[in-house]
Nanobody, 128 residues
Framework: QVQLVESGGGMVQAGDSLRLSCAFS????????MGWFRQAPGKERKFVAT????????AYADSVKGRFTISRDSARNTVYLLMNSLKPEDTAVYYC?????????????????????WGQGTHVTVSS
């Protein structure tokens, strides 16, 4: 059973940076595509970023492109989300997710349904 534990959330001001971490355990990390999603208050959970297991290809939501960077450290079984130039609209609970799917195209991993495991989430609040 895969376990995902997010950390790194907090309260920051607009323009600040944060790095979220997601520790993966229970299976072979390199076989899973990892993704980040977020859910703002009163809204549906939405895709943020993904990094494909087989080729390291990344994809981002338009709203975070150029500001956020997803990366993975296989030695530490951890995926990161570096968030720069944060805006109040980035305020949300951020969830880490893992997918066993074999797709090599990042498009498939922008959809929540393809993910098999989810973390509990970490809160990010950005004040103006």
């Amino acid at each position: 059973q895969v376990q995902l534990v997010e950390s790194g959330g907090g309260m920051v001001q607009a323009g600040d940076s944060l790095r979220l971490s997601c520790a993966f355990s229970g299976r072979t990390f390199s076989s899973y595509t990892m993704g980040w999603f977020r859910q703002a208050p009163g809204k549906e959970r939405k895709f943020v970023a993904t990094i494909v297991w087989s080729n390291g290809v990344t994809a981002y939501a338009d709203s975070v492109k150029g500001r956020f960077t997803i990366s993975r450290d296989s030695a530490r079984n951890t995926v990161y989300l570096l968030m720069n130039s944060l805006k109040p609209e980035d305020t949300a609970v951020y969830y880490c997710a893992a997918s066993r799917a074999a797709y090599s195209e990042s498009y498939y991993y922008t959809h929540q349904d393809v993910y098999d495991y989810w973390g509990q989430g970490t809160h990010v609040t950005v004040s103006s």
